[in-house]
């Protein structure tokens, strides 16, 4: 049973939109979200990150929004960049164990 | 600082071997986790150790095993290797705070 899905596999924006990348989850003990981003061949870096006590955090063109009684966030990339073509990761915990739960995976990819 | 460092980068395996793999973790974080990646499957966790004990483990059959030394580098081990184990082995460590820092991975192919 999957905790956390990321139901797009794949997602192609304009370079200069916006992208939105969405993620749920199941278990409502979950406490604090990531996303993380990955490069072929490379391990994946952190992105950015939101704990349950707030719905917005904003880092630059990044920015995640958490909605806590639909168990649902979106990291939103403004304006999408060539750079920003990857695949994004969404990671969840909570404090009941150290296990971060992850989700598929969304490949976004940005056009020129 | 130092990253997290995987070593080898690529493997090649034949069928029925085992192999090993490393991972030394950032200074002073005291938690490793290894993760398998396959095409569409994502991240699947494997274990977790943290002071040289297995604190956490996912679904993966008994052929998967691990350690930590007392330094926090940890091993992973997989004994009679199928043609599914080929895959993207990831190591993340982790320090006091939620953030996992991941190294880049060693690829291992069975053929």
């Known amino acids: 049973d999957q905790q956390v899905k990321q139901n797009s596999p794949s997602l192609s924006v304009q370079e200069g939109r916006i992208s939105i990348l969405n993620c749920d989850y199941t278990?409502?003990?979950?406490?604090?979200f990531l996303w993380y981003k990955k490069y072929p061949a490379e391990g994946p870096t952190f992105l950015i990150s939101?704990?349950?006590i707030k719905d917005k955090n904003e880092d630059g063109r990044f920015t995640v929004f958490l909605n806590k009684s639909a168990k649902h966030l979106s990291l939103h990339i403004v304006p999408s960049q060539p750079g920003d073509s990857a695949v994004y990761f969404c990671?969840?915990?909570?404090?009941?164990?150290?296990?971060?739960?992850w989700g598929a995976g969304t490949k976004l990819i940005i056009k020129p | 600082k130092a990253g997290v460092t995987q070593t080898p980068r690529y493997l090649i395996k034949t069928r029925g071997q085992q192999v090993t793999l490393s991972c030394s973790p950032i200074?002073?974080?005291?938690?490793v986790s290894w993760y398998q990646q396959t095409p569409g499957q994502g991240l699947q966790f494997l274990f977790e150790?943290?002071?040289?004990?297995?604190?956490n483990k996912g679904n993966f059959p008994g052929r998967f095993s691990g350690r930590q030394f007392s330094n926090s580098r940890s091993e992973m081990n997989v004994s009679t290797l199928e043609l599914g184990d080929s895959a993207l082995y990831l190591c993340?460590?982790?320090?006091?705070?939620?953030?996992?820092?991941f190294g880049s991975g060693t690829r291992l192919t069975v053929v």
């Open positions: 939101i704990s349950s």
């Open positions: 278990n409502s003990m979950f406490d604090y």
């Open positions: 150790y943290f002071s040289e004990t297995q604190r």
């Open positions: 990671a969840a915990k909570d404090d009941s164990n150290y296990q971060l739960i």
């Open positions: 993340a460590s982790s320090g006091a705070s939620y953030g996992y820092t």
């Open positions: 200074s002073g974080h005291r938690s």
